[in-house]
Nanobody, 124 residues
Framework: QVQLVESGGGSVQGGGSLRLSCVASGGTFNYYTVAWFRQSPGKEREFVAGIRGNGAEISYIDSVEGRFTMSRDNGKNTVYLQMTRLNPEDTAVYYC?????????????????WGQGTQVTVSS
């Protein structure tokens, strides 16, 4: 059983930056594919970025490509999402999710373990 805890959310002005962290416990972290999703009110949960256990594959949605960078430190059981040039459309609750299958997928139901989420609010 893997537990995921996100942190690093907050409120920023447009153009600003935030770094989200997701710390895992209860499993062999480097076996797990991890993804960041986000959800804003009235919208479906949206894939943002994902990374395989060994870090060999990283995928992003088009709207964050070049602005967000996902990375992981398996020694610290932690994944990060560095977010730059934030805009109001990035406002959402951001969730960390994990799966044992070594393929990044954008489908939320493919992930077994989820964190509680961290709020990101970007003002114009």
């Amino acid at each position: 059983q893997v537990q995921l805890v996100e942190s690093g959310g907050g409120s920023v002005q447009g153009g600003g930056s935030l770094r989200l962290s997701c710390v895992a416990s209860g499993g062999t972290f480097n076996y797990y594919t991890v993804a960041w999703f986000r959800q804003s009110p009235g919208k479906e949960r949206e894939f943002v970025a994902g990374i395989r256990g060994n870090g060999a594959e990283i995928s992003y949605i088009d709207s964050v490509e070049g602005r967000f960078t996902m990375s992981r430190d398996n020694g610290k059981n932690t994944v990060y999402l560095q977010m730059t040039r934030l805009n109001p459309e990035d406002t959402a609750v951001y969730y960390c999710a994990a799966r044992i299958v070594p393929v990044v997928t954008a489908v939320p139901s493919s992930y077994v373990y989820w964190g509680q989420g961290t709020q990101v609010t970007v003002s114009s």
